[in-house]
């Protein structure tokens, strides 16, 4: 008879942070260059080459911290964690072991059974490794230390999230958050947000771990929620045909739907940790965290709440808007312009959504800019514009961020307000359409569609709706 299993779940969450240069030394860390031009002898481990920290590693660590609650280390150290691999140009990595800048935080989420905490172990600084090309056609391996040295944060969460749902939802919630403080912008499809999935399963009831293995660089969230899954399948099956699991590093192969073992799992003694003798201690001082703590930004549980006193747009808008920065910061700066906070949400809500799905784009990719949005708004209030002219503009200005007022002006789209000549072409629609008078006039309220969609067309578009109907009617 099977057993009940519960699956215990820690994640290890690989960040790039947003700064123009690496976390020793002084080359870009801009995305998509040629390969192995953004080295230097610091980053490519040159002998004699020494590190320098970059300050603004340890503001986004500390800021990062904050929003988490974590506690922060008034004295911390780099380590380094020694091992051999090609894409690591010096053999060792420069880390945080001993004395990590951030320690005892969590985030709040959706669990399954409520409002959860996830604890945070620690977060730690360290360096990002180099990058292996494979090139089947020439049967080589290529490496690009463009990476190599590009500055990272480690978040260490405690083993307390039990599904892939949680997961996901303890991901997406960092993401926000970091997102929202400007520290990365957090896209796994570049690689800027990794997660490792340290994963165990256990008796229902049992108090005690289970073996754990760890499934390496997971980018999306779709494979961790497909790897999560997967192995808590394949444990189970191993301990309900009374074999053990073995405690190793995975590799999971999202098209093929399974992990693969590719190494025993290392402990900290294996890689030889010891204080890197080339970079200082770091010290904080009051004075430096309460720079970082004065510069926190509201993040998105503080603004969701704002919004609900604020605005009168429904919870679900809310929830949405809040849920990427790039959207809320959009909101906000649009409706202050047009003091019009329910019809900047509706756009957002409606079209925006809509062309970002058949674009295939997340909202941190919208281009259009609030001024734009708001100038919209307001040749549509003013009925210069109407709603169909409305909506043709905006796709535009969705690819473009063109102004709106300078493009319906060029294109000769606002409204005809003059009430003689939209007379004139109603009355002319009418005798043209003798059968949908008739038909309007036997109580058959689609004619008056048609008839209102004659006038539109026969105005290419630029007649204010509401005032074709009234007409219609009056001269009917």
Not at 151 to 158: F, G, H, T
């Amino acid at each position: 008879m099977s057993r009940l299993y519960e699956t215990v779940i820690g994640l290890e969450v690989h960040v790039e942070l947003a700064t123009k240069t690496k976390i020793f030394c002084g080359c870009s860390t801009e995305f998509g260059g040629r390969p192995n031009s953004h080295t230097c002898p610091v980053c490519t481990g040159m002998p004699g080459a020494l590190p320098v920290l970059n300050k603004k590693v340890l503001e986004y660590a500390v800021a990062v911290g904050l929003a988490t609650g974590c506690d922060i280390a008034r004295y911390c150290r780099f380590d380094r964690k020694n091992y051999f691999y090609p894409d690591n140009p010096q053999n060792y990595q420069i880390s945080q072991l001993y004395l990590p800048i951030c320690r005892n935080g969590y985030v709040e989420i959706e669990g399954e059974e409520g409002e959860k905490r996830v604890g945070i172990h620690e977060i730690h600084m360290e360096e990002d490794a180099g990058k292996l090309i494979h090139d089947e056609r020439e049967d080589c391996t290529l490496v690009d230390y463009n990476r190599s040295g590009v500055p990272l944060i480690e978040i260490v969460s405690e083993p307390h999230m039990r599904t892939a749902r949680e997961v996901i939802a303890y991901l997406e919630k960092l993401k926000l958050i970091i997102q929202y403080l400007g520290a990365s912008d957090c896209k796994l499809q570049e690689g800027s947000m990794r997660a490792d999935v340290n994963l165990s399963v256990r008796q229902v009831g049992t108090a005690e771990l289970g073996t754990r293995t760890e499934m390496k660089n997971l980018n999306s969230f779709r494979a961790i929620t497909r790897a999560i899954e997967s192995e808590k399948n394949r444990q189970i099956d191993l301990l309900e045909a009374g074999k053990c699991v073995v405690q190793e590093t995975r590799r999971w192969d999202d098209a093929k739907e399974v992990s693969y073992a590719m190494r025993s799992k290392e402990d900290a003694q294996d890689y030889r940790y010891f204080p890197d003798p080339d970079l200082t201690p770091v010290s904080i001082s009051d004075e430096f965290l309460e720079e970082i703590r004065a510069r926190q930004p509201e993040l998105p549980t503080e603004k969701r709440k704002r919004y609900k006193k604020e605005f009168d747009i429904p919870d679900y808008d809310i929830d949405i808007i809040t849920g990427s920065k790039r959207m809320a910061d959009i909101f906000e700066a649009a409706a202050a312009l047009c003091n019009q906070p329910k019809k900047v949400s509706n756009w957002l809500m409606g079209e925006t959504l809509r062309l970002l799905k058949e674009n295939e784009l997340d909202p941190e990719d919208i281009r259009f800019s609030p001024e734009n949005l708001a100038k919209l708004i307001l040749l549509t209030e003013s009925r210069a514009v109407n709603s169909t002219v409305a909506k043709e503009v905006f796709e535009v200005m969705f690819r473009e961020d063109i102004d709106p007022e300078k493009y319906v002006e060029e294109k000769g789209l606002r409204t005809v307000n003059d009430e003689r000549a939209l007379r004139r072409t109603i009355e002319k629609v009418i005798a043209d359409n003798p059968q949908s008078v008739q038909d309007f006039r036997s109580g058959k309220d689609r004619a008056l569609g048609f008839l209102v969609g004659q006038t539109m067309k026969a105005m290419k578009g630029k007649a204010d709706p509401a005032e074709v109907n009234r007409l219609l009617k009056e001269l009917l």
